[in-house]
């Protein structure tokens, strides 16, 4: 309004007080305040898309086709399109060492999302990728319902419901208002039993990227998340939301399970290079083209694989400006940089499929920040990981002879004073699990102020050391699913993992 009202004042002379200049001023101070009143907010050079509490029915209306309407601008690559890597001439069979996948037996799909400390089974729950039309009416209509019981300014909810029945009467699916999107997010992140930093569930920051749905367009915007999220160490909480699936079209795949993970090489005495969880993932990329640095480390980023129905499975490196890590030292134990450890700064989830009232969006990737347990208990420390505490045992001169040293305890606590010493001293954000898990119940106390149910699994929020010093470990929990939520799919697990199965055929 105010931007037309300036054009047409500057372009027509009418009520224009004065010489060319004036005008040119006025326009100026109108375009200002147009921008401050209805421009997304701009975070380090980066346009995000500021969450209002706007009537459903004055937000423009969008769709694959429309362009984002005036305060929606849509964050953009600000790097020349990814090299995409060399795949190689024909499709070969996947390798006899990525193996079977191992799928849960009954097939079902887990909510995942912010993993505290790992990896668990997935709970038997069913959210299929595309639903019937029914299904699709009746979550909408579910979903609308509790946007407007917690958005009481968003105006009636009886006309939006009627024009979502109508959408999807018409083309078996509706689009999300760039206000629904980002509540559905947020509300995807507080529904996330397995999570135990949700009291900060509201700050998500959400890219509305729903018109992006090409492997290079998504691959250049999760480089740019990266960087936006990482925010120079004060990491923001963040979502990149790329199409959803609908009847017509398939949604773009994130194979990767995070943007960043460590390569895992398979040495020829058995040994494993890396992170050993991402061997049969590294081996299967290697043999769609991917070339690791010439001189290898146990610490080299793997590329990021983008698959869409239209192209395949693409691979594309991620440039340096995107890769944030944190070297490990330790507070007092100067051999502990010798040791050469490091992890990245931002985990951001990338295979988890978003569902908000009965749409599926597979690619939205997120992030939070550390709780350094995540690094220091697990990645580093699991057996099956890094496995560094037998290392770093013999370095502090503990006597491993018998267990009841307790050197693997002794062990694990230098190796995570190192991991949250490390990131604090660079200025990454991080949070260790005593805080964490007071304030996870600060927020269950808020939940149950608003009268909500907190979806909660207790194996998940525990920390995975010292779990009886922290106040989660001492109660129970309910922990039933609730809508918006993330989910993982087995296939989704295993091309994670193994790299395959591909989501779509060409
Ligand atoms: N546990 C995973 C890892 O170590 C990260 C899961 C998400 N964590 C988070 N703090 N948002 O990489």
Partial sequence: M???????????????????????????VLLFAALRTCAPQLVGGEQLLQI????????????????????????????????????????????????????????????????????????????????????????????????????????????????????IDLTGTYWHTP?????????????????????????????????????????????????????????????????PETPTRPAPRIWNEQLIRYAGY????????????????????IRRGWQPPTRRSAFDVLPLVVETADEGPQLFQLPQHSIHEVPLEHPDLPWFADLNLRWHAVPVISNNRLDIGGISYPAAPFNGWYMGTEIGARNLADEDRYALIPEVAQRLGLDTSTEATLWRDRALVELNRAVLHSFKS?????????????????????EERAGRQCPTDWSWIVPPMSGSQTPVFH?????DEQSPNFFTDPETTSRGLQGTPPAFRL
């Fill in 266 to 285: 398979a040495e020829p005495d058995g040994r494993v290079l890396g992170d050993p969880r991402y061997r049969p993932f590294t081996t299967e990329l």
């Fill in 179 to 243: 206000e629904e999107l980002a509540f559905g997010a947020r509300v995807a992140w507080r529904n996330n039993a397995r999570c135990i930093g949700r009291l900060y569930w509201r700050s998500l920051q959400v890219r509305d990227l729903r018109t992006v749905g090409d492997a290079s367009g998504v691959a250049g915007h999760c480089f740019d998340h990266l960087r936006a999220a990482h925010n120079g160490g004060k990491i923001r909480p963040m979502i990149s939301i790329f199409a």
């Fill in 426 to 446: 660079q200025g990454v954000s991080i949070t260790d699990h005593h805080t964490e898990s007071r304030r996870f119940l600060v927020h269950l106390d808020r």
């Fill in 52 to 167: 209002g509490d706007r009537p459903w029915h004055k937000a423009p209306r969008g769709g694959r086709r429309a362009s984002p309407g005036p305060g929606r601008v849509q964050a953009r690559p600000t790097h020349p399109p990814p090299h995409a890597v060399r795949r190689p001439e024909a499709e070969q069979p996947p390798s006899p060492e990525a193996g079977p996948a191992r799928y849960p037996a009954n097939g079902s799909a887990a909510p995942a999302g912010c993993p505290a400390h790992g990896v668990s089974p997935p709970a038997p729950v069913a959210a299929p990728a595309w639903t019937g039309q029914d299904a699709v009416r009746a979550a909408a209509e579910e979903f609308l319902e509790l946007y407007a019981a917690e958005n009481p300014r968003s105006g009636r909810i009886g006309p939006r419901i009627a024009a979502v029945h109508r959408e």
């Fill in 2 to 28: 105010i931007v037309l009202a300036a054009t047409a004042a500057a372009f027509t002379g009418w009520t224009v007080p004065t010489s060319f200049p004036t005008s040119v001023v006025l326009m100026l």
């Fill in 475 to 479: 109660r129970l929990y309910t922990a």
